[in-house]
């Protein structure tokens, strides 16, 4: 049978505003501009996928207003199977007001809209789908219930799951107990686990960070550094792999494009550390382009982009 992937997740609208520097609190700087694109953390880690060549079933929710046409058609025309993506006319769709400094560097601010009021329904019209995974994908943009709902779904069926908590809001012992993988950026790491940097050599600090996740039952931990790379620990086998040096233009969507090609090359069965060069490839390619899941690259791309590096053998 086919590997496909499943993702329970975000999909919103973008606008991104190009400004001089990141503003401070109360402050107005000057913008160069702003463009309007698709995203959602779940949407561009499923278009990754799909762009992958692997089958990508998104499962979410949009508003009942004109973007939500546009981001269904956005992720519909990346390959991604949108069939149980729904329309709910009373909501609003996911916008994520965004600001990109001239380094890639952003800010974000999302109103979730539909994205919050995922209903159980839904989630039980796609269990078919999610037992035949080979990995089920979801994120902190939904609502709680809808996602522990999915996590159960997955797990009854032996599915494999992986949780990107982002944002990174509180979650109770019983989601991390029912993770296989969990990717969090370091920002979002520290947030869970009250780890800081201070103090402590890089080694350390990924080592405890993931001791912390290991500790409450999650599987496998893969933390994302974003210029620094990744680092992946499971209480047995430990990898950290540095990034590809690259001008980042707009990092934004670049940790969904990581997650993307890190799921893709463990549904693939590939070693760790060979998802993890894959995934900071994918995470590069997306960190090079503005913009949010039209900056993800395909597999011809990642593969281009990898051998240019001398790191082919994809
Ligand atoms: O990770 C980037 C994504 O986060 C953006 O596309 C935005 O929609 C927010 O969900």
Redesign the pocket.
């Known amino acids: 049978m086919e590997k496909s992937i499943v993702i329970l997740g975000?999909i919103?609208?973008?606008i991104v505003s190009a400004v001089e520097r990141l503003p401070l609190k109360g402050e107005t700087v000057h913008s160069y501009g702003f463009d309007v694109?698709t995203?959602?953390?779940g949407?561009?880690q499923a278009a990754q996928i799909a762009l992958l060549g692997m089958r990508s079933v998104f499962v979410g929710q949009v508003g009942g207003d004109a973007q939500g046409e546009n981001v269904l058609a956005g992720i519909r025309a990346k390959g991604v199977d949108a069939s149980f993506a729904r329309v709910s006319p009373g909501e609003k769709t996911?916008c994520?007001l965004?600001t990109v400094a001239p380094d890639g560097s952003n800010t974000?601010a999302?109103a979730p809209g539909a994205n919050h009021r995922i209903p159980k329904d839904l989630v039980d019209s796609a269990a078919g789908s999610i037992r035949q995974a080979e990995i089920f994908i979801t994120q902190n943009?939904i609502n709680q219930d809808a996602l522990s709902y999915g996590l159960a779904l997955a797990r009854e069926g032996g599915v494999r799951t992986l949780l990107n908590p982002?944002p990174a809001i509180p979650l109770p012992d019983v989601i991390f107990a029912m993770l296989d993988y969990i990717a969090p950026n370091e920002v979002e790491s520290e947030i869970y686990t009250g780890i800081s940097r201070q103090g402590k050599s890089p080694e350390a600090w990924r080592r405890e960070n993931a001791e912390w996740f290991l500790e409450r039952g999650v599987g496998n931990v893969c933390l994302t550094l974003g210029a620094e790379g990744a680092y992946f620990f499971n209480g047995k086998e430990e990898r950290y792999v540095p990034a590809f040096p690259i001008t980042a233009v707009d990092t934004?969507?670049a940790?969904?494009s990581f997650i993307g090609g890190f799921a893709f090359g463990i549904a693939g069965g590939w070693p760790v550390e060979k998802c993890l060069v894959f995934a900071n490839a994918c995470g590069a390619v997306s960190a090079e382009t503005k913009g949010?899941?039209n900056s993800i690259g395909d597999y011809k791309r990642i593969s281009a982009f990898l051998e240019d590096r001398d790191a082919g053998g994809f």
């Open positions: 975000s919103n609208y973008d694109f995203g959602g953390k949407a561009n996911g994520a965004i974000l999302h943009e982002a934004t969507a940790g969904d949010a899941q």
